[in-house]
């Protein structure tokens, strides 16, 4: 079972950077495509970034150019770079790991606060 755990949110001034990371248990992390998501009340979760096994990325367009996801397999860490923060990324952020198979896992959230 593939457990995640976030990290590296909180309050920001917009124009800010925040770092999140998401650390996975088990021995065969390289092998899963993971994702960040986001979700505010009363709306859906929505895709952030993702990234492949091989390290291919992609992202929603009003994130493109300001954050970066990228993997370290040797830690079963995946991260979040956010630079030029809007107060309209105020959101809570998920890890999500694709298990295939129809499978994944979320992490719990982190709470990411930018104020104008």
């Known amino acids: 079972q593939v457990q995640l755990v976030e990290s590296g949110g909180g309050l920001v001034q917009a124009g800010g950077s925040l770092r999140l990371s998401c650390t996975a248990s088990?021995?065969?992390?390289?092998?899963?495509?993971m994702g960040w998501y986001r979700q505010t009340p009363g709306n859906q979760r929505e895709v952030v970034a993702t990234?492949?096994?091989?390290?291919?990325?992609d992202y929603v367009d009003s994130v493109k150019g300001r954050f970066t996801i990228s993997r370290d397999n040797a830690k079963n860490t995946v991260y979040l770079q956010m630079n030029s923060l809007k107060p309209e990324d105020t959101a809570v952020y998920y890890c999500?790991?694709?298990?295939?198979w129809g499978r994944g896992t979320w992490g719990q959230g982190t709470q990411v606060t930018v104020s104008s």
């Open positions: 999500h790991a694709n298990l295939g």
């Open positions: 088990g021995r065969t992390f390289s092998i899963y495509p």
């Open positions: 990234i492949s096994s091989g390290g291919s990325t």
